[in-house]
């Protein structure tokens, strides 16, 4: 099964999407931070400060997104022993990481001016942090434990408890009193945020996701040609 993705096909297509990709992504990042840094209002409470938000709600999505996808593709490659969900999992866990770490960071920045301190052990932000460490901890298990075998049964068992987690972010505003405010943004129910902030939010959310899937590209190929020289060196 692997042969197919190690094919010349397969590359070359990755190689025409990286190219694609770098080719919009910086005209489309330039013209999402004018919008948010320019052309979108200032708001009547926050006032700049709630630029923060073009940058901290688009990398929480991501975050949460990513490790949904983790915990789901480490479950159907433990059950049906897909390799090359192996290669997603890694390749998309380090995103999933730093996206966390960039909710975490621009939260406190924007938590300084609107609550008056940095960081509470506020349910929001604690959940946000344990899911942090659980990306952690799975990119240890498989940089550390050699034996791939052994590596993706542990990181599958961690990534299906931590799966227990993402409700948890998404409905700890409800579920418990927070500092943190309820989502302004909902797929079921009324949207509060204008339409003025609403658009350069998921501008911002687009050109990040493209990031990812530039980054994850890069990731996929470099795990593909890791195992290749490790298979060629067995011959």
């Keep these: 099964m692997l042969n197919f993705f190690y094919n010349s096909n397969l590359f070359n297509w990755i190689e025409k999407l990286i190219k694609f990709i770098n080719s919009i992504f910086f005209v489309l990042l330039l013209i999402s931070l004018s919008f948010a840094l320019i052309f979108s209002p200032p708001d009547y409470l926050q006032g700049d400060s709630v630029r923060i938000m073009y940058v901290h709600v688009p990398s929480s999505w991501i975050g949460l997104a990513s490790f949904t996808f983790l915990a789901i593709?480490?479950?159907?490659?433990?059950?049906?022993k897909i390799k090359n969900?192996?290669?997603i999992i890694k390749s998309i866990a380090p995103i999933g990481l730093m996206f966390t770490c960039i909710s975490i960071v621009t939260g406190s920045i924007w938590?300084?001016?609107t609550w008056g301190t940095f960081w509470v052990w506020d349910a929001r932000l604690t959940s946000m942090l344990i899911l942090a460490l659980f990306y952690i901890i799975i990119i240890a298990i498989h940089k550390y434990i050699y034996d791939e075998e052994k590596a993706?049964?542990?990181s599958s068992i961690i990534a299906?408890?931590?799966l227990i987690n993402i409700p948890i972010i998404k409905y700890s505003v409800e579920w418990w009193s927070t500092l943190h405010q309820p989502a302004s943004i909902k797929i079921m129910g009324n949207t509060t945020i204008?339409?003025?902030?609403?658009m350069p939010l998921l501008l911002m959310?687009?050109?990040l996701i493209l990031y990812c899937a530039l980054?994850?590209?890069m990731k996929y190929k470099t795990e593909i040609i890791r195992i290749k020289k490790k298979n060629l060196k067995r011959l």
């Design 160 to 162: 299906s408890v931590g």
């Design 111 to 113: 938590g300084r001016p």
């Design 194 to 198: 204008h339409s003025s902030m609403l």
């Design 205 to 207: 959310f687009f050109v």
């Design 73 to 80: 593709s480490s479950i159907l490659s433990f059950i049906f």
């Design 85 to 87: 969900l192996k290669l």
């Design 215 to 217: 980054i994850f590209l």
């Design 152 to 154: 993706n049964k542990i």
